[in-house]
């Protein structure tokens, strides 16, 4: 009896699932992308705020008498990026694809209005701000957004059966090439590099062909390598990427003085707060080199930590996009994804010394309101994505909100229903014929309706493809090109 009941113990620790089991079991909730997102932006916001605080505090303080001078304007911007948050998971698909294209004209106007003087505000040399009164705003922030938003939406209505190259290419190349020009102008390069992600990754889930892809994507390089080399500080920070040593005291000390921080940290780090490269020895600190601070104050645990939330993000990007019926969605969310970590790896690289100083912000983390508010924004288009996965619109629907939803107050999602898409788009081609030279594509295949569990076989070959996960799920005249066959 008593080696009975010693055993019973044991026996009922073996029948609980272990913690991986719980996390794989909560990953399979209809809302489990929702969540993702929100915990997220949750956390990298609030490490954002706790690490602008610990590394501007020094120097705001003998600049402005103030250790909390930038903190607050960061904290301010974070409240108005969770407002933002709040209004994206609210717009309705269909209000957010009619606004479109209007609101990307807005941005491209702001991108002009930034270069007048008198309008723009000059500082270091650049036009980039337009100063509100209580704030500034950058408008190739906010560009960056509505390119993403008004590209999918293009992309995704070029997918009727006449749609042809000329459709992928017209109008998103020249409108994205106006962009760049603009944001070059300012000068911006690294902002520029972002809305080159951006388009790039628009063409790549919007279906060119590989080759014309390749070319594009040389041909850009070889623009950034050009631009790069163009004007002196950019060809000094090239200057210092490939010879580290010939200048340690000048072009090439904020790299150095970011590797001694993150050497300074080791495993543990040095505590938070305890930076000693924040006074004064490394500029820019609660900017372009935040990381550097988290490396030197939470050490490699800290590093980890951010790079394992970005990983995490990447994960739910994909998890949403290949869930997604909707084609408008599948390309948001992919091109979204690639954007913002993008970003992140171009920051973390050049940190590390990996990639050379272009001056791009660590999404959510590095101090810059526009950049955090826009991008707070951008997690809330991208949430409100995941609100519309199939299995979530059925779940909401039949009454399975969850306490955030309800505290919220958050619209139910609209239902997909893809024979309504196909019977649009039917009645579309049958009142605007196909131009002369332009091949037909072969008829969609057929999407379950949402809240239809599909077969083992369809999920497997709808979400993650043996040689890109992004395939569009409309067909395109390129599919036998990239290795697929439909």
């Avoid at 490699?300 to 998890?319: E, S």
């Avoid at 196909?422 to 605007?432: D, G, L, P």
Wanted: charged residues 15%.
């Amino acid at each position: 009896m008593n080696g009975a009941n010693r055993t019973e113990p044991t026996r009922r620790r073996q029948e609980q699932p272990g913690a991986g089991a719980r996390f794989v079991a909560w990953l399979a909730r209809p809302l489990a992308s929702f969540h993702l997102v929100v915990t997220i932006a949750t956390l990298l916001t609030v490490l954002g705020l706790v690490m602008v605080l610990s590394a501007s505090s020094v120097e705001a303080y003998a600049d402005e008498g103030s250790a909390y001078k930038l903190f607050n304007q960061q904290a301010m911007f974070a409240a108005i990026g969770t407002v933002l948050f709040y209004l994206a998971l609210r717009i309705p698909l269909r209000r957010l694809r009619q606004w479109s294209f209007p609101l990307f004209v807005l941005s491209v106007l702001g991108l002009v209005l930034v270069l007048i003087p008198g309008i723009g505000s000059k500082v270091q040399g650049a036009r980039r701000w337009i100063d509100l009164g209580l704030f500034n705003v950058q408008p190739s922030e906010i560009v960056k957004v509505t390119l993403v938003v008004w590209g999918a939406h293009l992309l995704a209505s070029r997918r009727s059966e006449h749609a042809g190259l000329k459709d992928i290419l017209m109008p998103l190349v020249p409108a994205g090439l106006l962009v760049c020009l603009l944001v070059v102008v300012e000068p911006n390069l690294s902002t520029t590099i972002a809305l080159g992600i951006v388009l790039a990754a628009l063409l790549w889930f919007g279906g060119l062909p590989l080759r014309l892809f390749v070319t594009v994507s040389v041909s850009g390089m070889i623009a950034a390598a050009v631009l790069a080399l163009s004007a002196g500080y950019r060809s000094d920070r090239m200057r210092a990427f490939f010879n580290p040593g010939d200048d340690p005291q000048g072009i090439g000390y904020q790299a150095r003085q970011a590797l001694y921080s993150l050497a300074d940290g080791g495993i543990w780090g040095r505590g938070l707060g305890q930076s000693r490269a924040k006074w004064s020895y490394l500029p820019n600190s609660h900017n372009d080199f935040i990381f550097a601070i988290i490396g030197e104050e939470l050490g490699f645990l800290g590093c980890a930590l951010v790079l394992g939330l970005f990983a995490l993000f990447v994960y739910t990007g994909i998890r949403i996009a290949s869930r997604s019926v909707d084609p408008f969605l599948r390309l948001l969310t992919a091109t979204a994804t690639t954007w913002i970590t993008g970003q992140a790896l171009i920051n973390i690289g050049y940190v590390v010394g990996l990639l050379p100083v272009t001056g791009l912000q660590l999404p959510l983390v590095s101090a810059g309101g526009s950049s955090l508010a826009i991008t707070l924004f951008m997690f809330g288009i991208i949430a409100n994505a995941a609100r519309h996965e199939p299995e979530a619109v059925s779940a909401l629907h039949a009454g399975q909100d969850g306490r955030f939803s309800r505290l919220l107050r958050l619209p139910k999602p609209e239902v997909y229903s893809p024979a309504r898409a196909s019977a649009a788009r039917a009645k579309s081609a049958q009142r605007k014929p196909p131009r002369p030279g332009r091949q037909a594509l072969p008829a969609r295949r057929p999407q379950p309706e949402p809240g239809r569990r599909r077969s083992p076989e369809s999920r497997g070959t709808s979400s993650l493809r043996a040689t890109r996960a992004w395939e569009p799920s409309y067909p395109v005249n390129h599919t036998r090109e990239r290795g697929k066959s439909r």
